[in-house]
């Protein structure tokens, strides 16, 4: 059974315009890790952002944030005023407790347009 | 900061011929991953060294054989290449989940790997 599901089409954003990425999980552990990571078309993998399953508030990096609702099991990203090199393909990830291992969504592909 | 450094950072093969992934890391971080993703699913893990001496099979695992040479050092061998292996591969470390489950994995900037 998929841990992760990103199924939103390529998204295009405007310029200085938020953008809303959504993740959805599927876990029986109450205690987790989610990750947002970034891949532009270079191709390497940059983390963004981190939500703990007991954090009280929801994750702030810069211009990312995650909208965490934990009884819904979604973990969204949101983009705060796009830029171009914004454009790439996001990944989101969890980490069950004491697991070392990350699953992996299959991502969202953003592109900004100016 | 080097971080996590893959070579190669390209490669072609024939079916059949054999291969070996090189992957190190500089932060000193006790577990490492190897990754393959192909378009349109994501990463998928293939195998996974959670410290020194340990490694455990991921999700993808068939075909692939792993060493932990050393703290520093994580190496994938495909032994007789397939086409179905042609894909990017990323190796990947980070601290060990139990002492800070918050610490991200850090990424090699991958091997495109073809398999002809």
């Known amino acids: 059974a998929q841990k992760i599901t990103q199924t939103q089409p390529g998204m295009f954003v405007q310029e200085k315009e938020a953008v809303t990425l959504d993740c959805t999980y599927d876990t029986s552990d109450p205690s987790y890790g989610l990750f947002w990571y970034k891949q532009p078309s270079s191709g390497e993998m940059i983390f963004l952002i981190y939500?703990?399953?007991?954090?009280?508030q929801n994750a702030t990096e810069g211009r990312y944030s995650l909208n965490f609702q934990k009884a819904r099991k979604s973990a969204n990203l949101v983009i705060s005023a796009s830029q171009l090199g914004d454009s790439a393909m996001y990944f989101c990830a969890m980490r069950e407790d004491g697991n070392n291992r990350l699953a992996f969504g299959k991502g969202n592909q953003v592109v900004v347009i100016p | 900061n080097a971080g996590v450094t893959q070579t190669p950072k390209f490669q072609v093969l024939k079916t059949g011929q054999s291969m070996t992934l090189q992957c190190a890391q500089d932060m000193n971080h006790n577990s490492m991953y190897w990754y393959r993703q192909d378009p349109g699913m994501g990463l998928r893990l293939i195998y996974y060294?959670?410290?020194?001496?340990?490694?455990d099979k991921g999700e993808v695992p068939n075909g692939y054989n792993v060493s932990r040479l050393n703290k520093r050092e994580f190496s994938l061998r495909l032994e007789s290449a397939a086409p179905s292996q042609t894909s990017v591969y990323f190796c990947?470390?980070?601290?060990?989940?139990?002492?800070?489950?918050?610490?991200?994995?850090?990424f090699g900037d991958g091997t495109r790997l073809s398999i002809l």
């Open positions: 990947a470390s980070s601290e060990r989940v139990r002492r800070d489950p918050s610490q991200p994995q850090h």
């Open positions: 060294s959670a410290s020194e001496g340990t490694t």
């Open positions: 939500q703990g399953s007991y954090d009280q």
